[in-house]
């Protein structure tokens, strides 16, 4: 049975959840919050990959108080010895009397196994409690588990008209710095950023985090680049950051360009190409998924943008929308992609939208069911 208590403590718990965004990839994001009575005696979040997990910071601080209590987790503790030891034996070790879950965990190795063993203890076990809240902080964490692939988030900035940039080939801003500063947000708490080589050419950017705080995380840093014409003097191939530079090839690349380009630190992966001669983008999310990543903001250029969903790659999307018409000399959003009919096109779901000083952001979730 769960009561109006279960759901508000249960929200204590996805509020401390929400404290690991960005930093326990390749792990979910989970909170937890400890209760005896009506009154709250302890609360905990998994802070990184490695380190103890949620249940397990609140059970310390609750000490000898966790007898008998009511733990609010957001994901099903687990039931197996990875780099921590399993949170259920904890749990039942602390005394706990009964278990809260938001949602079950994806992971095969755990799925119901945790429940299934607390149950058996004779805990009191109720999941489900705000499943879909629970779920989706943690997107990455589960389409990495069940598919092996990063989750993918498409961002751009662009004028009413659809356009990203005023003119073929040249730089300039679209949307004001407020966007720019939620971009930056984003970038702190994806693991890659992804690029193609025409926006290298043209814009040269670092790719890098940067919050008013000074404390961002810097993405591993993605370029599709199939003839490696990046460069050597490109700012990604510069910088002092703890985030690597990916480089995604075709096989027929340069040899000796791509020695030089590991020579000086980056990371060069030769893929295979699409029949339109890009690199093929499902293979890119293939390497980068078997390499621990499990979030992917994909920044552009159009036809990044357009070969991804074509293949019906993209999960989410924040577009920023600035309140200006840059006309038809400029560049769309996304290049290669037509649609015959409204129900043909790919859509948007569950939007979101927020205002960013002029412009205005609208989020939403894929959906290719009509296609």
Known sequence: MISDSDLVFMRMA???????????????CV????????R???????????????????????GKLAKGATIYVTLEPCNHTGRTPPCTHALVAAGIKRVVVGMKDPNPLVHGSGLRFLADQKIDVVSGVLSEECSRINRPF?????????????KAGLSLDGRITY????????????????VHQLRNIFDAIMVGIGTILIDDPSLTTRLHTGRGRDPIRVILDSRL??????????LDSKAPTWIFCGPDSDPKKKAKLVGMGAFVHTVEMDALGGVDVRQVLSV???QGITSLLVEGGAAIHGSMLRRRLVDHAYLFYAPIFAGEEGIAVVKGLSAATKEDAI????????????DLMIEGDFSYSSL
Do not use: Y
């Open 288 to 290: 980068l998924g078997s």
């Open 142 to 154: 589960i389409k990495h588990i069940t598919t092996s692939m990063p989750w993918v988030v498409m």
């Open 229 to 238: 014409r990046i460069p050597v003097s490109a700012k990604v191939l510069h």
């Open 31 to 38: 909170g937890a919050v400890i209760v005896k009575g009506d």
């Open 347 to 358: 859509h948007l779901e569950k939007i979101h939208c927020k205002r960013f000083g002029e």
């Open 14 to 28: 996805l509020k401390e959840a929400r404290k690991g965004i960005g930093t326990t990839s390749p792990n979910p």
């Open 40 to 62: 709250v005696i302890a609360k905990g979040f998994h802070k990184r990959a490695g380190e103890p997990h949620a249940e397990i910071h609140a059970l310390r601080k609750a």
């Open 167 to 182: 003119r073929k080939g040249t730089q300039g801003g679209i949307t004001g710095p407020q966007s720019l500063r939620k």
